[in-house]
């Protein structure tokens, strides 16, 4: 029975085809040698347009091409038992054949483990192509009603576990990269709304969803469809809704620090934190210090860095306050935030200086952080300092050789003005000190030095021990 039906779909494909005009084959005129003609070189098959060949089989296996608004059906073998009874039933039947999929604009992401709804299993899904590999995806049109398009994506390795060298879950992190690339094709396919299985791991697949769709567009004219990704049946809904806000909670700081530098101000900065934190929670606080304050905190070795630019500099502290116990000791979150880094007077090379925007890091980090502890209702005390400016070279910039005085008292021989990030923290760390913090926590972009160390460092951790 599965081959009669293989073999059905087969046919039907073969009258589609047949019914498409062919080129005729291009003429060759041969020169006689003799009294009887040399018979003319063979023919060769003219290669088909690009439209046509976008047309052939593939590993997407396409019975529909109604999505969308496109009329073109495109039929084609489907080389799945179980599935190709699927795909003739409904290839026969008026329901696939005279319908457009517009109005029913979703689709499923599943794991490599198979259709259950379909009852297929991951060999009969072998027969379409070769196995799939970790993160790789394969599409599948018009198999079900109510999902016009499927994308099946590979999981890797089942006794994926913690990889105690890196300290994460390779297993999980699988699961992030393979919901990723499947909500992605489904973004390239142009569907607004997107259904994904848990694979096991609900938090890990809402995360991989959220992280996966993100993109920097604010200032493109032409914006990908933006998709909605939401958990398929009845599965853990309260981890799928950790998840989405744990990764939204990276999607601040990646926003924060892709935004242009000319928008990225240290006041627009602060401006965007605070809109995120007030909405947060109500336990909630935000200062955003302008320069008179600065000097009012003797703060001579930020202002030092600050001065070289025409942006004002701007003192951001938030507070979350979580804990019943309103005098318990704070957690002290410090981040680094220079809005763009030219290097000041020991100016960088020209190449990838744009990158540069983006050496506010630190603070994008400790202030996402905190938006999300907010939102989690995390019952902790914690406060985030971020040192806001720009470094720029200019009549007024710190010059190498330069002494500065800090906010505790000492101070700081200038030799390279590109060593702009220990400058500015070092009066954020002495103010962290006021608020008789339980621990204090330091976040900063890697400088040059520590890259040369290692260049596949994901972060350098330090203390006074």
């Known amino acids: 029975m599965n081959s009669v039906a293989v073999c059905s779909l087969s046919r039907i494909r073969c009258k589609a085809l047949a019914r498409e005009p062919r080129r005729a084959p291009r003429r060759h005129s041969a020169t006689p040698t003799s009294a009887s003609k040399a018979p003319p070189p063979r023919a060769r098959t003219p290669r088909p347009p690009p439209e046509a060949r976008s047309r052939q089989p593939s590993d997407t296996c396409s019975l529909e091409g109604g999505a969308r608004g496109r009329a073109d059906k495109m039929f084609f073998l489907l080389p799945l038992p179980a599935l190709g009874r699927v795909a003739v039933r409904s290839l026969i039947g008026k329901r696939f054949c005279n319908r457009s999929f517009a109005a029913a604009d979703m689709t499923k992401v599943l794991s490599f483990k198979g259709f259950s709804k379909w009852n297929?299993?991951?060999?009969?899904?072998?027969?379409?192509?070769?196995?799939?590999?970790?993160?790789?995806?394969?599409?599948?049109?018009?198999?079900?009603?109510?999902?016009?398009?499927?994308?099946v994506v590979g999981l890797g390795k089942k006794t994926a576990a913690v990889n105690d060298q890196e300290n994460w879950h390779e297993g999980k992190e699988n699961i992030r990269t393979a919901v990723a690339a499947g909500c992605r094709q489904v973004q390239e396919l142009e569907f607004s709304s997107v259904e994904v299985d848990p694979c096991g791991d609900a938090q890990a697949a809402a995360e991989g969803a959220v992280l996966g769709l993100y993109e920097y567009d604010d200032l493109k004219q032409?914006?990908?469809?933006?998709?909605?990704?939401?958990?398929?049946?009845?599965?853990?809904?309260?981890?799928?809704?950790?998840?989405?806000?744990?990764?939204?909670?990276?999607?601040?700081?990646?926003?924060?620090?892709?935004?242009?530098?000319?928008?990225?101000?240290?006041?627009?900065?602060?401006?965007?934190?605070?809109?995120?934190?007030?909405?947060?929670?109500?336990?909630?606080?935000?200062?955003?210090?302008?320069?008179?304050?600065?000097?009012?905190?003797?703060?001579?070795?930020?202002?030092?860095?600050?001065?070289?630019?025409?942006?004002?500099?701007?003192?951001?502290?938030?507070?979350?306050?979580?804990?019943?116990?309103?005098?318990?000791?704070?957690?002290?979150?410090?981040?680094?935030?220079?809005?763009?880094?030219?290097?000041?007077?020991?100016?960088?090379?020209?190449?990838?200086?744009?990158?540069?925007?983006?050496?506010?890091?630190?603070?994008?980090t400790i202030c996402s952080a905190i938006v999300s502890a907010a939102k989690l209702s995390l019952p902790i005390n914690v406060v985030g300092l971020a040192p806001l400016c720009e470094n720029m070279p200019s009549g007024k910039a710190n010059k190498p050789g330069d002494v500065v005085r800090a906010k505790n008292g000492k101070t700081i021989q200038v030799d390279n003005t590109d060593a702009e990030g220990r400058l500015i923290l070092a009066d954020a760390l002495c103010y962290a000190h006021t608020f008789n913090p339980k621990l204090i926590i330091n976040a900063a972009t890697l400088t040059g030095v520590f890259a040369e160390m290692s260049y596949d460092t994901a972060a350098s951790i330090i203390n006074q021990d």
Do not use: C
């Open 120 to 151: 297929v299993q991951a060999d009969h899904l072998g027969i379409s192509g070769p196995p799939l590999k970790a993160g790789k995806t394969r599409t599948f049109h018009g198999l079900h009603e109510d999902f016009p398009s499927v994308v």
């Open 222 to 364: 032409k914006k990908k469809v933006m998709v909605s990704a939401q958990l398929h049946g009845s599965g853990d809904q309260e981890a799928w809704g950790k998840g989405v806000l744990f990764a939204s909670g990276q999607n601040l700081a990646r926003h924060l620090m892709e935004t242009p530098a000319n928008e990225m101000t240290p006041t627009r900065f602060a401006e965007i934190i605070e809109k995120n934190l007030r909405g947060a929670s109500s336990n909630t606080e935000v200062y955003i210090r302008p320069r008179s304050w600065i000097e009012e905190q003797e703060m001579g070795s930020f202002l030092s860095v600050a001065k070289g630019s025409e942006e004002p500099p701007v003192f951001l502290e938030i507070h979350y306050k979580g804990s019943p116990n309103a005098s318990e000791p704070p957690l002290v979150f410090v981040g680094k935030g220079i809005t763009f880094d030219s290097g000041g007077i020991s100016i960088k090379a020209a190449a990838n200086m744009d990158l540069m925007r983006a050496d506010m890091g630190g603070a994008a």
